[in-house]
Nanobody, 114 residues
Framework: QVQLVESGGGVVQPGGSLRLTCAASGSVFEVATINWYRRVSGKERELVAAITGGGVTNYADFVKGRFTISRDNAVKMVYLQMNSLKPEDTATYYC????????WGQGTRVTVSS
């Protein structure tokens, strides 16, 4: 059984930083690709970053150079370090694991505002 729990969201000023954490359970974590998605109000959910079980990363163009995804398989955690945040990064961020089906966390809200 896979469960994902996000944390670390909050309110931050433009230019600030936040680190999101996805805590996972389940035996497939170490081999699974973990994705961070976000949903801006009124829009479709979009992929932000992904990391394979072996640590290969991929980023959406709109976060390249600002966000970093990483994982610690020993504690089944995935992190999203977000720097140089912009108001348009305001969204609910979701952790996702694909293994036969999609697994989602409940999301964590990020608000970038002065």
């Amino acid at each position: 059984q896979v469960q994902l729990v996000e944390s670390g969201g909050g309110v931050v000023q433009p230019g600030g930083s936040l680190r999101l954490t996805c805590a996972a359970s389940g035996s497939v974590f170490e081999v699974a690709t973990i994705n961070w998605y976000r949903r801006v109000s009124g829009k479709e959910r979009e992929l932000v970053a992904a990391i394979t079980g072996g640590g290969v990363t991929n980023y959406a163009d709109f976060v390249k150079g600002r966000f970093t995804i990483s994982r610690d398989n020993a504690v089944k955690m995935v992190y999203l370090q977000m720097n140089s945040l912009k108001p348009e990064d305001t969204a609910t961020y979701y952790c996702n694991l694909k293994f036969g089906r999609d697994y989602w966390g409940q999301g964590t809200r990020v608000t970038v505002s002065s």
